[in-house]
């Protein structure tokens, strides 16, 4: 396959850094979070990895992302083994190759530039389709029962979202989770957010060095919140911080130190909600 050429300030380029993070982890922590198929990826791009290199706890946590989000999955399937799972915000990501169980369906959903180049870098592979819409167009959740993608609600949907959901503004996320509400009856949601304390920081850094975008949906306690929008949301939980990474040898207990101090603290969460 002819690699594909990412020119700089494209939206292409900022597929690379979290791509890079996934290759990373997988050469210095494979044991504790798996990603065979990012070498495969990485090699079918053209394109100077050193310029999105940063540090090792940061990529040590799209490491603990991906993995925890990609468990929140698994769990849902071995009670749903024919259920479609949503990769929302995809990007490069290719979890299915990690979650397959044979059986389910997977769907990556992003913008229509990032699925363009997701087509022209990562083949799909059967049961896995690609969609190009925008989050808050909620057609999607009908068109996604439709050829080719001909989802099966009543066999459960349940949607991994990493680095996406707090960049909205807190009534768009009450719009959007009250209609998933809707859509998906037995189905579910896995994401990442972080608490005001969080948000601060995080806003702070984007100030600073005009890298990145502002952050506008904090949860502070996500059982209070969702209960407050409706009734009807179900086992709304934080997860904790996993246990296979506090018994890790591959992990530097530095890191471990941290992360664990950042998701007590509520600026680093992996929230999960039932439909």
């Not at 990412?6 to 990373?24: A, D, I």
């Not at 009543?154 to 959007?176: E, Q």
Request: net charge negative.
């Amino acid at each position: 396959m002819e690699k594909f050429k990412v020119e700089n300030g494209t939206v292409q380029e900022t597929l690379m850094m979290p791509l890079y993070g996934r290759v990373y982890c997988e050469e210095h922590f494979s044991e504790t979070f798996p990603n065979k198929a990012a070498k495969e990826t990485a090699a079918r791009v053209d394109y100077d990895f050193d310029k999105v290199k940063s540090s090792e706890l940061n990529m040590i946590t799209w490491g603990l992302r991906a993995r925890m989000l990609q468990d929140g999955a698994r769990n849902y399937l071995k009670a749903h083994p024919q259920a479609t799972i949503i990769n929302l915000g995809c990007g490069l990501d290719q979890s299915f190759a990690e979650i397959d169980n044979g059986t389910c369906k997977f769907i990556n959903m992003d913008l229509p530039n990032v699925i363009e180049a997701r087509e022209k870098i990562v083949t799909c592979a059967e049961r896995e389709f690609n969609y190009a819409g925008s989050l808050m167009d909620f057609e999607w959740m009908q068109e996604i029962t439709k050829p080719p993608y001909n989802v099966n609600v009543s066999d459960g949907v349940y949607i991994i979202c990493g680095g996406v959901l707090m960049y909205f503004h807190t009534a768009d996320m009450k719009r959007f989770f009250l209609a998933l509400l809707n859509a998906f009856p037995g189905g579910g949601i896995c994401f990442d957010g972080e608490n005001q304390k969080g948000l601060e920081k995080s806003n702070k850094i984007v100030q600073k060095t005009g890298n990145g975008t502002k952050i506008y949906f904090p949860i502070e306690n996500a059982r209070e919140l969702f209960a407050s929008w409706s009734a009807d949301f179900k086992n709304v939980s934080e997860m904790a911080f996993p246990e296979y990474v506090k018994e890790s040898r591959e992990i530097p207990w530095k890191w471990k130190l941290v992360l664990s101090l950042g998701m007590k603290l509520g600026m680093v969460k992996l929230i999960e909600v039932g439909f």
